[in-house]
């Protein structure tokens, strides 16, 4: 197991969650998620303790889940409030409730020990709230693909020139050096592109003539949440580089979401700092990313599937992969931190038997 | 594994079965079947000794199956009758037969010790002859779940209010006690639902205005053969238990044949007092229970993916499992009966091998 | 496993290698492919060693491939040429290149140790470059099978009456005995059929009136190509057994390789001494040829489904498997011939883990 159990993880955007019952994998367990009358989302355990038919296949009463096989009955805090047939409710009749946070439009949910769920933890940024800055929710991108590959490839600007060729990089930037720092929790990858032609997505949305500056600035939050702030100014401009909002700047933002081993969700969004309450710009960026994350996710399927498969091998590490080793590092030891508690859980694990 | 196999299960409606050759699964084991010049129907082993081709890969020769591969060619006994290129016949060039037996237009097939079989065991009721009653043959329900839990499903009268709202049953009965009575080689579940209003099907065909009574027993007869006897009278009549013909009542049969551990076949039939002829009545409640029944595959098909997922918790078990609970015990006795001889089929099993 | 390493084995038609990159699989290691500038044609494996994507989703720089996830650069050799974002290239960073030659426009990889690969032993006959013989070149059938079924199939003139009995066999054959001999590197197994109707593949292309000798020569050349030798002469020319010439003959081939033990490809073309040059007859053959390989590819998918189900009691030999017994031995002894080297691959290989 590689998934870190202690973390706020995005489980959509706020628009996702409604009064319906929702179905979803996160860390490879299924829960049931909705919104409640107060307005705050619930997450479940998707799965009734008697017989495990999936709560969400049962039907809200109100802000219970009526299971829709016996009619068990429980509340957004997984407590059995109703049993069918008999007056008392048995101790073991509850599920699993995770919590739940909602803050810029973003729903998160924690999925490991309740009792260190600590909001002040959940990812934020002052963009988030600043007037000038746009922030656009887009997709999410569904991968069949381990998230480490997945969070990895978001603090790897060497992919860029080679994977997005037409969108998002060009040649010119194959060999510029990256630097890498990895203080606390950030991993942070970087380079600047100097006096290059703009690339494609710059072409189209800064409007530039001549050459331009470019930077990109791979920032990867623990557990996997990523932030790479991009743009570019006029090479004219000498801008430095702390100054970047002089130029046209964006941060998209990856919440990395691992569903089990074998798939992972991609929910991104953008914040910018031109092309304010355009939401022609919006669509029209949403389409060049959706370009460039089908690129990536082309080769993040194809790396899993062939990682499936014996290997004779080991992988060869290169100068490039300075952020991705300290990253996989870093859950390496948050994994270990949390695996005597893991073990417990794992031990009791079992299959249902007919027997 | 789970599986009784000293037991006749159904392959089919006499309808199903003719001139073309067959393929079947049951219990684990492929058979082929075909109905031979006499009008007796044949089971075999569907599986060549010489290079395991399927036998209904093949073709009839007479009442004799020639495997498509090289011609070797069994009867109906499983007795290998020739073998292309060579006089004599190995003793172990043989295909397993099954025991088969017909009747009121249902074939059965003993799937254990062939010197066990008994037809005398085989599930019969008086009313399949009565010319009072009449029997209507639906389809095969085909369900990915366990056979247990689709039989299971059938001594459980408690599903009812939540699975099937508005055809079977009603809010009106979520909390009326269920009785359970599990002597011999039935269980038998039931409860009476005094003085509500009739429920969709009984709305549609016993054109009843006002309250009814309506009762559901559900005998289960092992190892998986359910008689669902349900009906309505007007309350008015105050009918008592054991004088339900004096209603408009209805025997349900299904007929649960384990494909393998993942997947089950219900034939289901029915049996009634009222509509005597009439098929288009047959065909309105045939209309009528395959939505029930889809209902059923829903949840069972959702548990039985539910089930199969590591579980960290044992499920639970609550007052209206008495009746499941019980014939899971006798099937796991059966089982544990029959367990010697089949521990040395199991220890002789093995793969084909190709080094 | 049972796959002999140290041989050649056909890649496709000479026709099937171009400028772009083509992904294989063979003995369950996967192959880049592509035909280089000098027109040699190159074959490499197909995972670059940094982050595993497959090499066959880079591009062609030239007649070096780049990565399509960093640029990693390899040339025909397998050596790398060029790592983005640093001047050396570490020792490991390679990819395995594996023999090709080609020749009768046929190409053939070796997929055993490089040291070994002589081209002198690729298979050969003279009737490729004689003037009195037209080579035409068939389709690649992909059989869901195991390769060792697909090439006994090929020396098992038995299973022709039964599988081909409209197109390559009849009835008439059905008891005719086979002959088999095993010296060297090569299985035959060979039968005549005097005195008969032609069957359906020589009425059509012999013009045969009356009745005629019909021969079938199968030889198996291992570890798996097959030559099928097979043609009919009017009765009345009192035809040898080694003047076949005299008649219409066709050598039927069949290069089957193994692409992992669940699946394997057929490459088959054939050479005839009759209507040379006329391409309107190949089409037909062809034609024929596909219903009646259809009819092999069927049986063969059908026994290796039933084959990958447990056994509960061997399967049995008999006469007409002599030429099958003799090549699944010779297999055996290759392959265990080949296990000391085998052994220590094996032992590294491993699975990438994200821990």
Redesign the interface.
Known sequence: ??FVRNAWYVAGWSRDFGEPLRAMEILGQ?LVMYRASDGTVTALED?C??????LS?GKRIGDTI???????TFDGAGNCVR????DNT?K??FVEAFPVEERHDIVWVWMGDPDLADPAQIFDMPEFTSPDWHAHQGEALHIEA?Y??VAENLV?P??V???HPTTLGSAAS??V??HVSTGGDVITAWRWIRDAPPVGFFQKFGGFNGHVDRWHYYHLHLPSTAVIDFGSIATAENCAEDDRNRGVRIFALHFVTPVN?DRTIDHWMHLRNSALGDEEASAQMDAMFNVAFAEDK??LE??HE???????????????DKGPNVYRKRI?DL?AAESTEDLG?AE?????H??
Chains 1, 2, 3 share one sequence.
């Open positions: 197991m590689s299924r799965r303790p008697h017989r495990l038919l999936p296949k009526q299971c829709g096989y016996h009619g068990m049993v069918p047939g008999q048995p073991s009749a381990h480490l590959n790897d060497a992919h020139s080679f994977v194959e060999n050096p990256v081993e082309a080769v194809a790396v062939n990682e499936k498969r014996p290997q004779r091998r080991r992988p060869i590490r290169i100068a490039i390496r994994v859980a009791g694990a079992s299959f249902v007919h027997d």
